[in-house]
């Protein structure tokens, strides 16, 4: 069992930055691809990024691209998740994933083995 644990969520204004952070812990695996959805109230969750096992390939819903960027520290087990110029309708529960030797189009739809509690990120207008 792996678990998946977020933080760096909270509330900041439109146009501000936030770094999420999501620290894996049992039998882990630099194998092992991870990434990011969220869900706002209402709607369903989504894909907002991805990065495979060797860090080489980057994958990112084309709302975040060119303000979010994603990153993998295997040896500290981390994923981070760096959003920059954030906006009011970025606000949602934010989920660290995390699949095993899975394809990015499989991780992207959804194909998912362990999923993080979520934590939120609020951005005020």
């Known amino acids: 069992q792996v678990q998946l644990v977020e933080s760096g969520g909270g509330l900041v204004q439109a146009g501000g930055s936030l770094r999420l952070s999501c620290a894996a812990s049992?039998?882990?695996?630099?194998?092992?691809?991870m990434g990011w959805f969220r869900q706002a109230p209402g709607k369903e969750r989504e894909f907002v990024a991805a990065?495979?096992?060797?860090?080489?390939?980057?994958y990112y819903v084309d709302s975040v691209k060119g303000r979010f960027t994603i990153s993998r520290d295997n040896a500290k087990n981390t994923v981070y998740l760096q959003m920059n110029s954030l906006k009011p309708e970025d606000t949602a529960v934010y989920y660290c994933?995390?699949?095993?030797?899975?394809?990015?189009?499989?991780?992207?739809?959804?194909?998912?083995?362990?999923w993080g509690q979520g934590t939120q990120v609020t951005v005020s207008s």
């Open positions: 994933a995390a699949g095993v030797h899975v394809t990015m189009a499989r991780f992207t739809n959804g194909e998912i083995d362990y």
């Open positions: 049992g039998r882990t695996f630099s194998s092992y691809a």
């Open positions: 990065i495979s096992w060797s860090g080489g390939n980057l």
